[in-house]
């Protein structure tokens, strides 16, 4: 079967280009979760609509029996996008309740990782507890970075005496105006989860935690979380600074716990595309 669109790019396994028409020949198959995607790329953005509702997705997942609609969306790192998305540099935005928008320009949505320098890994002496490694959810990962002192060092490395404030993994919603690059985004209660955060002197810190070898991140797991205290702020809570930290727990070798920590933020705070890099630090957990 071919397909035939005007000034767009599809990608399967054979594509044939013939002025400014694409014919597209289906042969590979993918998994439900991208072949869902990839319908709502053709249906929607290549029929030159920017919005989708969970409605759309739902119609569609029940053709390819697929169980959970709700995670069709959630994309957190580029390798989930389908090639397709990738060819057309498109990725989707979520505007809240319920909808969606198809945004280009998947480098102001993702972000890669930045190399660890040689003097930025540390062996962290590690005395297992019963309960530290017991489950891989993203809340446990800030649990176990945070009772072995890990974040404490990272974070308050001049301050060893003082206890910050640990607030337990939940969700909240944004309601606003923000930008990715010079598009606009007009979001309605987006429902967001924050894995943990922390305050210290006037100073808000959010955690975001996944075991995860991926190179790269949605920088949408950051940044509502941010949009939210940035809200705040605004109201008149007297917070100083909000720091994004993003914590990856990867296993080395005979089970040793590696934690890389990339803090984050954004100088431009309704920009999603201006994130900037404040500081890294990668704890290689040494048993004892």
Known sequence: MFCYTKNFIIVYESIYIERDIVMVKKVKKQGLKKQVLIE???QYYLQGKSEFNNEDIQEITKKYKFKN???VTKIDN???LPQEYIANDVFIAH???GKHKFINGINKAYHYFEKMEDDEIEEWSYKPSLLNESNSSEAN???LAYNQKVIKNFLYEEDR???PLRYDPGRTKYTGEYFIGKDQVIAT???MELDSHAEHNGIVDIFEAKNSKADNFSIYQIFLPFLHFTKLQAEG???KKIRCNFLLRQIKGDKQTIIKIYQYSFPKPKDMSSIELLQKKQYNLVKF
């Open 40 to 42: 709502l790329l053709e």
């Open 69 to 71: 609609a709700f995670d």
């Open 78 to 80: 580029i390798s989930i």
């Open 95 to 97: 505007i809240g309740k």
């Open 141 to 143: 990962i800030v649990s």
């Open 161 to 163: 005496i003082s206890e």
């Open 189 to 191: 209660q987006v429902q």
């Open 237 to 239: 809570v007297a917070i």
